[in-house]
């Protein structure tokens, strides 16, 4: 098991493909962070009737959104709640994932 | 064992393609999935979905359809029926390639990397993911090993035969009756489950028969979800009906009698028993060693849910060990299985496993057939610590009881089960 991780360690330091930042978020990342949001809004987004449909969104809108929520602008039952528990650079990379998938 | 090598020589090398539509293809990583609940079922539609399909997914679940234990206590309540919270595993095999065998596992053998299924049939993976939920345990109850003694005092703990059974128990109480449920220290699956159903049994009770009692006998001290919120509604809306006693711990249970025997206080007789039993990881995670945890729980580690106990082995839901503030809820083991999806993709394609996870919970309990609270967190992972934490300031509470989250519980509902299963 250590040895496990230890050569994934390696592996990260070597793979170029994944040579982000140590801060940003990557797209698989942000594919993971979304995937949160689809417990409630529906795998990619794309919601069963009685939520919000986050997929094909602009972008803009659902950082605005969030960040309403996030600020107490927006009333909320839940959302100003879980909103808080996200950064703005975690806002952001959620919201330009679903602003790209399939209405 | 060829395969095995190959995969590994493709991962150390990172170029493993797990692309194309592999739906129907023998070759690929395997992972065998032991469990078709909230967080088994979505671990394997998203180990499909983000390998591309690349990825070989054997689920491993004995029952017919899956039965939501969210929304059950509304058929014990009487405004739902168990269909409305029933639905079936048919998307996972059509839509998303998952094979499906209806089947029990007898055993695991860790070393060998393979499953024996109760049939018999042996089923060799490069991972397993085990979300076995929770089993009861009932040696700490000699009443309830008599024979016959479980199908008269029920827990209808996991949604199904039990809780429909339940429902029948409370029908055929004459009014005046008092339905008792007793309540294991946490940790337990659903926190605030059992309140919930005091509420929903009290709200029958009051249309159908308004002579009845509910009395909640809890081993905890004080009520251990959403505490001020049950406990106004049971004072205003439930007055003279529900009644509440902590510090309660079950010792025994005299079926014939249908009477409870505590450690410090006095038996309690009533007409319908409902005991909630103390609970452990489901059997399979504790006969293939795994939990460590006060021989109850699996220890994981939260970035990838892989077994501390054991190389390989992905463990889910209610059966870990819980992460401080992290309840064992259906809805947080759907976000387990995601994690943990993406976990093993990753490693079986060569990437770094997500080093900072974050995922939330939500939980909705119904106080009436119509009005709800929630309880709502956000956790992150904290590398200092090498755990989930709940991220500081968000999170919280309904403020009361009101019909807007009784509307967005459902619309919970829908979602989680077409995430976890179409």
């Keep these: 098991m250590k040895r496990a991780v230890q050569s994934l360690a390696a592996i990260a330091c070597l793979a170029a493909a994944a040579g982000a930042h140590a801060q940003a978020i990557d797209p698989l990342q942000a594919r993971s962070l979304a995937a949160s949001c689809a417990s409630c809004h529906g795998t990619l987004g794309q919601a069963q009737p009685g939520m919000a449909s986050l997929a094909g969104q602009s972008k803009d809108d659902l950082v605005r959104k969030m960040q309403d929520y996030k600020n107490g602008r927006l009333p909320a039952t839940l959302m100003h709640q879980l909103a808080k528990g996200y950064t703005d650079e975690q806002i952001e990379a959620i919201a330009a994932y679903f602003a790209a998938q399939k209405k | ?422």
């Design chain 2, 1 to 422: 064992m060829k395969r095995r090598q190959f995969i590994q020589a493709a991962s150390a090398a990172g170029v493993l393609g797990l692309a194309g539509c592999a739906s129907t293809s023998d070759k690929g990583p395997h992972v065998v999935v032991v469990g078709g609940g909230y967080g088994g079922a979505t671990a394997a539609k998203y180990l499909r979905m983000w390998s591309d399909y690349g990825i070989r997914v054997t689920l491993v679940e004995p029952n017919a359809s899956f039965v939501s234990c969210p929304i059950s206590n509304l058929v014990i309540g009487g405004s739902k029926t168990i269909a409305d919270v029933t639905s079936s595993y048919e998307n996972l095999e059509r839509r998303h390639g998952v094979r499906i065998v209806r089947d029990f596992v007898s055993a695991i053998d860790p070393a060998k990397r393979t499953v024996t299924l109760a049939g018999g049939a042996q089923l060799a993976y490069d991972r397993l993911v085990l979300s076995p939920g929770v089993d009861f345990m009932m040696e700490t109850l000699p009443g309830l090993n008599r024979p016959g003694a479980q199908d008269q005092v029920l827990h209808a703990w996991k949604a199904g035969p039990q809780t429909v059974a339940l429902r029948r128990q409370l029908e055929a109480m004459p009014d005046g009756g008092v339905y008792a449920i007793t309540i294991p220290l946490a940790p337990y699956r659903c926190p605030p489950g059992p309140y919930e159903r005091a509420c929903q049994v009290a709200s029958y009770f009051k249309k159908s028969k308004p002579r009845s009692k509910v009395l909640i006998l809890d081993e905890n001290a004080d009520v251990t979800s959403k505490g001020a919120l049950f406990k106004k509604v049971w004072a205003e809306r439930y007055a003279g009906i529900v009644e509440y006693r902590g510090k309660h711990k079950l010792m025994d249970v005299d079926v014939a009698g249908s009477t409870l025997k505590f450690e410090f206080n006095d038996d309690i007789k009533a007409q319908v028993l409902n005991v909630v039993p103390a609970m452990r990881a489901g059997d399979i995670a504790v006969r293939t060693g795994l939990a460590t945890v006060n021989k109850r729980w699996c220890d994981v580690d939260f970035l990838t849910f892989e077994s501390k106990a054991a190389a390989h082995i992905h463990v889910l839901g209610d059966a870990t060990q819980s992460a401080p503030g992290m309840p064992k809820s259906g809805h947080m083991a759907n976000q387990h299985g995601k994690t943990c999806a993406a976990a093993i993709v990753a490693t079986l394609s060569g990437r770094a496993v997500n080093a900072m996870p974050v995922y939330n919970n939500t939980c909705y309990s119904f106080v009436s057939d119509s009005e709800v609270v929630h309880v709502a967190s956000v956790h992150r992972y904290d590398a200092a610590q090498k755990t989930m934490v709940t991220v500081p300031g968000s999170g919280g509470l309904s403020t009361a009881p009101n019909e807007l989250e009784g509307f967005y519980a459902m619309g919970w509902a829908r979602n989680i089960w077409a995430d976890t299963l179409a």
